[in-house]
């Protein structure tokens, strides 16, 4: 599903593009090269796959940038590497996989309790092909992405900026949705304080489309839905979650 030029939606579960527990999954063509924001929950990447393949060469697609280490944005990485296409996140993401493997299984735990993912669900930890560094800009293509590392939802969460012709994108991954609620979990590595400390990172950016990792996205003014989530972490009421 194309949202913009040269951006598609290519996975979701929420609105019966790929598997039910893949997270909104996006692809960016940005002309000699291609990249995957996320790779969705890994239950059925065959679909999600199809689904690039009605856009663009699924040669050309180079990478998959993964947004965090939660199972619904990053069990379909296994996939991916299998065919060849590097997988890359954060160091503190990174980290975390390797080695706080408790946290994230106490965490999948919790999630599976709340029908997150299916009874037998069996996330497979993998190695990342690389690191992506906090500001450090992504070259695809004719594009630049600006990785945003940021606190929160999970500790090295990264959201993708974009200047695009005619549109700032922000891909917000489950930091913060439309309406401003934000990705509070009541598990490891989700944590209220982070958002209070971090969120003006997204706050100073300006931000047409804000296309997030579940709900609703929005192509224009998405700097108002961000502005939303910083305006009710001021106050001393737990903001409104996802
Ligand atoms: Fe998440």
Redesign the pocket.
């Known amino acids: 599903m194309r949202l913009l030029p040269d951006i598609y939606l290519v996975g979701s579960g929420e609105i019966g593009l790929s598997n039910p527990y893949d997270c909104h999954v996006y692809l960016i063509d940005g002309g000699k090269d291609a990249v995957l924001i996320d790779a969705g929950a890994g239950l059925d990447t065959g679909r999600l796959i199809e689904n690039i393949k009605e856009h663009i060469d699924f040669n050309k697609l180079s990478r998959v940038l993964i947004t965090?280490a939660?199972a619904?944005?990053s069990g379909g990485a296994r996939c991916f590497q299998k065919l060849g296409k590097k997988v890359l996140l954060s160091g503190v993401e990174t980290h975390m996989l390797e080695n706080s493997k408790n946290d994230i299984e106490e965490a999948f735990a919790l999630a599976k309790n709340a029908q997150a993912y299916p009874e037998d669900y069996d996330y497979r930890f993998f190695k990342p092909d690389g690191v992506l560094e906090d500001r450090r800009p992504i070259k695809v293509g004719k594009y630049e992405l600006l990785p945003i590392q940021i606190k929160g939802?999970?500790p090295g969460l990264l959201c993708y900026y974009l200047k695009a012709k005619g549109s700032n994108i922000l891909f917000s991954?489950?930091q913060v949705f439309i309406n401003g609620a934000i990705?509070l979990?009541n598990a490891p590595g989700s944590d209220l304080n982070d958002y209070r400390k971090d969120m003006v990172k997204l706050a100073v950016l300006p931000v047409d489309a804000l296309l997030p990792?579940h709900r609703l996205f929005v192509l224009k003014d998405g700097g108002r839905h961000i502005n939303q989530a910083v305006k009710s972490l001021s106050k001393v009421f737990v903001p409104p979650v996802l």
């Open positions: 965090h939660h619904d944005h939802h999970s991954s489950d990705g979990l990792g």
